[in-house]
T-cell receptor
């Protein structure tokens, strides 16, 4: 079974600054994906960024980037130039595709953007 | 391209009733997965359907069931509702299914159905 742990229930950052959300995971699979999803108050779960486990290069999507440390089983999300629209719950998730668990999610981090 | 559509957005039911939720996937996607989100348990996988067949099932009682139609639309049914079934039910679609190439299994979510059981 896979597990995903997000140790920061809530984070706060000033608008335009940079914030890093932490995530650790555990899996026995050799091939898997890691994701960050954003869930704003509208409840729509939005895919922010994904990382394939066999790729060493960290994924980047505009202001969002990850720090993927495979040996440490760590997958943090960095948001640069934070904007008010970034305020949301952020969920880290893993997926190996072969098991019966679907996506395995962490408990989430509530990100607050201070104007 | 339209996203994942879930209907209805809100539902209020009483204990003992049954409920059916609907999910229309992104055009071309053949896999639909369902998740339950509660404040206490977080997001939990319910089941996955691909080509009208259930591929995987999470650890939920038999009161939770689903099906998928030939157009890939899916329905989820909960019978004999309990107070603890109150939750946000999220549907996600992907092109491929579990067991296949992971790159085809990126899941995109709908806005969910908020179920309240009184």
């Amino acid at each position: 079974a896979q597990t995903v742990t997000q140790s920061q229930p809530e984070m706060s950052v000033q608008e335009a600054e940079t914030v890093t959300l932490s995530c650790t995971y555990d899996t026995s699979e050799s091939d898997y994906y890691l994701f960050w999803y954003k869930q704003p108050p509208s409840r729509q779960m939005i895919l922010v960024i994904r990382q394939e486990a066999y790729k060493q290069q960290n994924a980047t999507e505009n202001r969002f980037s990850v720090n993927f440390q495979k040996a440490a089983k760590s997958f943090s999300l960095k948001i640069s130039d934070s904007q008010l629209g970034d305020a949301a719950m952020y969920f880290c998730a893993s997926y190996s595709g072969g098991g019966a668990d679907g996506l395995t999610f962490g408990k989430g981090t509530h990100l607050i953007i201070q104007p | 391209k339209a996203g994942v559509t879930q209907t209805p957005r809100y539902l209020i039911k009483t204990r003992g009733q049954q409920v059916t939720l609907s999910c229309s996937p992104i055009s071309g996607h053949r896999s639909v997965s369902w998740y339950q989100q509660t404040p206490g348990q977080g997001l939990q996988f319910l089941f996955e359907y691909f080509s009208e067949t259930q591929r995987n099932k999470g650890n939920f009682p038999g009161r939770f069931s689903g099906r998928q139609f030939s157009n890939s639309r899916s329905e989820m049914n909960v019978s004999t509702l309990e107070l603890g079934d109150s939750a946000l039910y999220l549907c996600a679609s992907s092109f491929g299914a579990s067991g296949g190439a992971l790159a085809k299994n990126i899941q995109y979510f709908g806005a969910g159905t908020r179920l309240s059981v009184l």
